[in-house]
């Protein structure tokens, strides 16, 4: 997975994306939110919204994060190794 992007995921022409996202429980921190998507073997990116822990994840290509500072945005890249997160 890769850093946390600021901003709601977007597609390739920057768009919110909201075409085959999966609602999760609410969470309390971003963290628990990406391990969340972590479990799901069909995630490509995660979502999270820091004004209410809204976590979502994304079935769809995505291209990043919009630099929303409410949110974060997170792309799932198989085989990248991250040992620092931002959020």
Same mark, same amino acid.
């Given at each position: 997975?890769?850093?946390?992007?600021?901003?709601?995921?977007?597609? &390739? /022409?920057?768009? !919110?994306?909201?075409?085959?996202?999966?609602?999760?429980?609410?969470?309390?921190?971003?963290? #628990?939110?990406?391990?969340?998507? &972590? /479990?799901?073997? !069909?995630?490509?990116?995660?979502?999270?919204?820091?004004?209410?822990?809204?976590?979502?994840? #994304?079935?769809?290509?995505?291209?990043?994060?919009?630099?929303?500072?409410?949110?974060?945005?997170?792309?799932?890249?198989?085989?990248?190794?991250?040992?620092?997160?931002?959020?």
């Amino acid at each position: 997975w890769s850093d946390g992007e600021k901003g709601f995921c977007v597609d &390739r /022409q920057s768009f !919110d994306q909201n075409t085959g996202t999966k609602t999760l429980p609410n969470q309390d921190t971003a963290v #628990h939110c990406l391990n969340l998507c &972590r /479990q799901r073997p !069909d995630a490509t990116a995660c979502e999270y919204s820091n004004q209410h822990g809204g976590c979502m994840y #994304h079935t769809t290509d995505i291209k990043g994060g919009n630099g929303n500072s409410d949110y974060t945005c997170w792309i799932n890249r198989p085989g990248m190794i991250k040992t620092k997160h931002q959020y």
